[in-house]
């Protein structure tokens, strides 16, 4: 697989035999609206931009955040959403900038990335990589290929506890989940 990331809670990586081309199509498109502020006004480097998804895809939400790669590596990124960006993160193909695109897929996870016999306890979440480098109101953006994240030094850190849970009244003790994931 050349270009998907991290998505949890459960990975995407297993899930995206039966359902790629929703799955992609639907990557493609929050990507799109995820960009929307980039390109209607400057975005400063390090900000976090909730987009909109509109109306089709209530439930669903998006941000972007752009970073220098160098500063992505070297300092990490820490609350971005419920990730934990630890130092020593790693994007393949390299490029200057990059954006990172996350997804909070709410009532809609177990449209995208539902299997049989299980209950979501929080919803899909993941984070893309695409190359920012040219991306601004100037430019008008291309369909970007996402890149590849490798966290080489530390575990990515997903904090389950900011996530709803999606229905109640099934667990009694709910815990704050830490999810490490180290990808390569
Ligand atoms: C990133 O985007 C710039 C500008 O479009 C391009 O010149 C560069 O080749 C791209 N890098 C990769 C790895 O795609
Ligand atoms: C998710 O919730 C929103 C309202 O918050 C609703 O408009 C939307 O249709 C729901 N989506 C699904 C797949 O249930
Ligand atoms: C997950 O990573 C955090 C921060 O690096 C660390 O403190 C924690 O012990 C790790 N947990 C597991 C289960 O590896």
Redesign the pocket.
């Known amino acids: 697989m050349f270009s998907f990331l991290l998505t949890f809670l459960l990975l995407k990586s297993t899930l995206i035999n039966s359902q790629s081309l929703t799955t992609r199509v639907l990557d493609s498109v929050l990507q799109e609206h995820a960009f929307a502020p980039f390109l209607r006004h400057r975005v400063v480097t390090g900000v976090v931009y909730d987009a909109n998804v509109g109306?089709e895809l209530?439930?669903i939400k998006v941000s972007a955040l752009r970073l220098r790669s160098g500063a992505l590596s070297r300092k990490g990124y820490v609350g971005f959403k419920e990730f934990d960006i630890p130092v020593g993160v790693v994007v393949t193909p390299y490029v200057g900038r990059v954006v990172l695109v996350y997804q909070n897929m709410?009532?809609?996870s177990s449209?995208y990335y539902g299997l049989k016999g299980y209950v979501f306890l929080s919803p899909v979440v993941g984070l893309l990589a695409y190359n920012a480098t040219f991306l601004s109101p100037e430019k008008s953006p291309e369909k970007l290929l996402e890149l590849e994240v490798r966290a080489v030094e530390e575990p990515m850190v997903v904090k389950f506890g900011g996530l709803k849970v999606l229905r109640n009244g099934h667990m009694k003790n709910k815990k704050d989940a830490y999810f490490n994931c180290t990808l390569s």
Request: hydrophobic share 30%; proline share 14%; charged share 0%.
């Open positions: 109306p209530t439930g709410g009532n809609w449209v």
